[in-house]
């Protein structure tokens, strides 16, 4: 479906609305912005008629609020008012002063001493949530963008479970190794989990946040979808572009023609080298400039033959941290003028403003050399401005490998801008490069701008937030079992009635659940079968002499009574294993926190220990290796929690439920389990006895109807049965 025939409402959600309010003796102006998610966004916001909400920043209307408040809705937007107090310690606090660092790498600027910006980053979130609960039509799209607004999703559908939500991330997303030094890490990742889908620039943000999530809150990897909390939760790539038309009609007005003939007037014969940023340590300025130093260390006559101009847009001054870094550039520019300029002439020009689009069209024509050195950016669109206003004979892009435009623009001269003399290599190589090359690069930068183009950025979202299509998910609790005469209770063990650990040995039957087990099997009309993948010797040594059905291995073997000797339900001979081990040394064998759980009639690869993102990498492999093997010799691939294992395929979960529902008819079927070995236990319950009720433990999609949240809320739910069940009886 095209979002541009999309009849669903859609209702955008961001910190700030896409303008600037002022009011002049009355009259409210308002004027829009022109940063990348306004311009993504904002032509179809106004023809789709969308609804686009967000604050003002610290504004103060006053006796205006009335007619700025219908300005704005005269335009579809919104305003959400947030104090001023409250706004600076979000905003500046927690935004810029802990997650802007942290998720740009730069770890020792996060200022982790910051509980009042977090309870004000939470407070702002929940308004947030509140006034787009308020606004959004029923069954709508909600698109919530950015960093600031990290918590929303989760809130928002707790109050509106009606509405489909999307989540983009402007900036990088880090390693999980730096996003965990957060302390608040899990609330923030839960945050992001509610929406439907989550989107970034690059695939390589994406892959961060999906292995943060997996090892964090342990959501499980699914191909490009996270399975969490009953709930898929889409991850994809949907990078972002510039109207190229928009800059290319700037740069060729005569007006902007003629000021780019002044520049390269003015610059009397030397190469125009031009940097265009942000102020902020996340684009990489003062090693720009230290390459620059390098460069003319070699090259003495480059500071007489070429022009540095760096033009450096003000930002967050009144963060402490910017101010430093303003004077950290201001005193490498002024060291390096000192040295290599002339009474007359200064090789750097440094501009501390923002300029007018024509002024800045101008300057991009005229510039032989573009640097775009970030040492990290999410996407960049700087790179794609300087390209698109670009005429034989063109210039040359410097650009960073670690700005997300590098996914893109493959064609420009790529550095690691930590690497200083790489950087003024690069500057050579740009001033050197002959005038064929420089052409024929800019025309597949150009082309590569033009396949992506702006106007399809917010409808490949869009659409993809319509075609996803999120598990159902279970009821919040399991029902009241009071009113059933007889129970029939199949309860796995792992994660169900004990709580995972690392080694299958590890998770032991401790004496709460013993006597809670004993309790349930003594209640009049309930009777306990435990199901489980556990071997029957562990099975024996950890619930002796509890009345309760045993079924090991998935039902491999079984025991109807304590005392009573183990049954075989396969005939056939084991050697199956032997090759699977095998396989599993040759293709995880080097993987030293793995290990190989080997049974009677089964072998279980265990991975709990393991690190998402190299698991991933031998999964894939493994399962197909592992395939191929159980096509040949009739057996069944089982994925549990973090292990694959095999088995034969005449034996399962689903077949001891068959079995149980055959021998005790008239009774209801109770079935418990936390993972998807236990899925099919679910469906051919219902298949057998409709009346089942089936009940799954944690995250993650499933077929059962009802859910509880852990091992804890497991074990409340039986005592509570128990104790309903003996109140009936007296």
Request: one cysteine or more; glycine letters at 6%; a negative charge.
């Amino acid at each position: 479906m095209s979002s541009g025939g999309n009849t669903t409402p859609v209702v955008l959600v961001s910190n700030r609305l896409p303008i600037g309010v002022s009011v002049d003796r009355g009259e409210v102006r308002v004027t829009m912005s022109a940063g990348g998610l306004a311009t993504a966004v904002s032509s179809v916001h106004r023809a789709q008629r969308w609804q686009w909400l967000g604050t003002l920043g610290v504004s103060d209307h006053g006796a205006h609020d009335a007619s700025v408040k219908e300005a704005l809705r005269a335009r579809g937007l919104s305003e959400i008012a947030v104090p001023p107090d409250e706004y600076a310690d979000y905003y500046e606090g927690f935004a810029n002063g802990v997650l802007w660092p942290l998720l740009h790498y730069f770890v020792d600027k996060v200022q982790l001493d910051s509980t009042q910006s977090w309870n004000a980053y939470r407070s702002v979130n929940d308004r947030f949530a509140r006034a787009v609960a308020e606004a959004a039509p029923p069954a709508s799209l909600v698109w919530v963008h950015d960093y600031q607004l990290f918590l929303v999703p989760e809130r928002l559908r707790a109050l509106r479970p009606d509405l489909r939500i999307g989540f983009f991330l402007h900036v990088p997303f880090p390693s999980h190794e730096v996003f965990r030094v957060l302390p608040w890490r899990e609330e923030l990742l839960r945050g992001v989990m509610g929406a439907d889908l989550v989107g970034f620039h690059t695939e390589s943000y994406g892959h961060h946040f999906a292995v943060t999530a997996a090892e964090v809150l342990g959501a499980d990897i699914d191909h490009d979808e996270l399975q969490w909390d009953g709930r898929s939760v889409r991850v994809g790539a949907f990078p972002i572009s510039i109207d190229i038309e928009r800059w290319r009609r700037g740069a060729r007005t005569e007006q902007a023609a003629q000021r780019a003939d002044e520049l390269r007037a003015s610059a009397a014969g030397r190469k125009i080298i031009l940097g265009v940023d942000r102020l902020d340590y996340s684009k990489g300025i003062p090693r720009r400039l230290l390459a620059i130093e390098r460069l003319l260390q070699r090259y003495p006559a480059l500071a007489q033959e070429a022009q540095f101009v760096q033009v450096a847009v003000p930002s967050r001054e009144n963060i402490e941290a910017y101010a430093e870094y303003r004077q950290s550039v201001d005193a490498i520019v002024g060291r390096i003028n000192g040295t290599h300029g002339t009474p007359d002439r200064v090789p750097i020009h440094m501009l501390h403003k923002g300029l007018e689009f024509d002024e800045l069209c101008a300057l991009y024509a005229a510039a032989d050399v573009m640097l775009v050195t970030p040492l990290r950016d999410g996407m960049n669109l700087v790179a794609m401005e300087y390209c698109a206003t670009q005429r034989a004979p063109a210039g040359a892009l410097v650009l960073s490998e670690f700005a997300g435009a590098a996914d893109i623009l493959s064609d420009a001269i790529r550095v690691n801008p930590y690497d200083i003399d790489e950087v003024a290599d690069a500057i050579v190589s740009a001033l050197t490069m002959s005038e064929a090359e420089r052409d024929a690069r800019m025309k597949r930068l150009v082309a590569a701008i033009e396949a992506n183009p702006l106007d399809r950025w917010s409808g490949r979202f869009i659409d993809a937030l319509l075609q996803h299509e999120p598990a159902a998910t279970t009821v919040a609790s399991a029902p009241d079992l009071a009113t059933h005469d007889r129970i029939e209770w199949v309860l796995d063990l792992d994660g169900t009635l004990v709580s995972l650990a690392d080694k299958p040995d590890r998770a032991i039957v401790d004496d709460e659940l013993r006597a809670l087990l004993r309790v349930l099997a003594a209640t009049e009309g309930y009777r306990v079968h435990i199901v489980s993948g556990r071997p029957a010797e562990w099975l024996d040594a950890q619930l002796a002499g509890l009345d309760v059905t045993l079924y090991a291995e998935h039902g491999a073997r079984s025991k109807a009574r304590h005392g009573d000797a183990w049954s075989d339900h396969i005939q056939r001979d084991a050697g199956f294993k032997a090759r699977a081990r095998a396989i599993i040394a040759d293709v995880a064998g080097d993987l030293e926190s793995a290990f190989i759980e080997e049974k009677r009639w089964s072998i279980a690869w265990h991975y709990r220990r393991v690190r998402a993102e190299i698991v991933a990498e031998r999964l894939g492999e493994l399962r197909a290796r592992l395939e191929q093997l159980a096509s040949q010799d009739e057996l069944a691939i089982i994925d549990g929690a973090k292990v694959l294992e095999l088995r034969p395929r005449s034996v399962s979960k689903a077949t001891t439920v068959s079995t149980i529902s055959a021998r005790c008819e008239g009774a209801t079927l109770v079935v418990v389990g936390d993972d998807t070995t236990d899925e099919s236990m679910f469906r051919e319950a219902v298949r057998v006895a409709p009346t089942a009720v089936t009940i799954r433990v944690g995250n993650g999609r499933s077929a059962a109807r009802f859910r509880l949240s852990d091992v804890r809320a497991v074990r409340e739910y039986l005592r509570a049965a128990v104790v309903r069940r003996q109140g009936g009886a007296r």
